[in-house]
Nanobody
Framework: QVQLVESGGGWVQPGGSLRLSCAVS????????MGWHRQAPGKNRELVAT???????NYADSVKGRFTISRDNAKNTVYLQMNSLKPEDTAVYYC???????????????WGQGTQVTVSS
């Protein structure tokens, strides 16, 4: 069983910073991609950022220049550094993993339970 555990969410004032962490536990052979999605109240879940284990990154236009995704392959952990936070960044942030149980397995997807980020004064 693969488990994704998010941490680092909380409250911050506009312009402030937070760093989210997502640690992977359980049996996993290969991680293809890890990333973050978010869902604000009344809105659809949207992609925030993704990173491959080789370091290739992808960002939503709304967070480019403010958020940075990174990873520690040895720890199977992904981070999201969030700077210059805005009220519209308020959402539940979900960690995501796409990988393989074995070398011949198809890709599969796992999700964390989410962590709340609130940006307000």
């Amino acid at each position: 069983q693969v488990q994704l555990v998010e941490s680092g969410g909380g409250w911050v004032q506009p312009g402030g910073s937070l760093r989210l962490s997502c640690a992977v536990s359980g049996m996993i052979f290969s991680i293809n991609t890890m990333g973050w999605h978010r869902q604000a109240p009344g809105k659809n879940r949207e992609l925030v950022a993704t990173i491959t284990m080789g370091g290739s990154t992808n960002y939503a236009d709304s967070v480019k220049g403010r958020f940075t995704i990174s990873r520690d392959n040895a720890k199977n952990t992904v981070y999201l550094q969030m700077n210059s936070l805005k009220p519209e960044d308020t959402a539940v942030y979900y960690c995501n993993l796409v990988g393989r149980a074995t070398i011949v397995s198809p890709l599969y997807e796992h999700w964390g339970q989410g962590t709340q980020v609130t940006v307000s004064s």
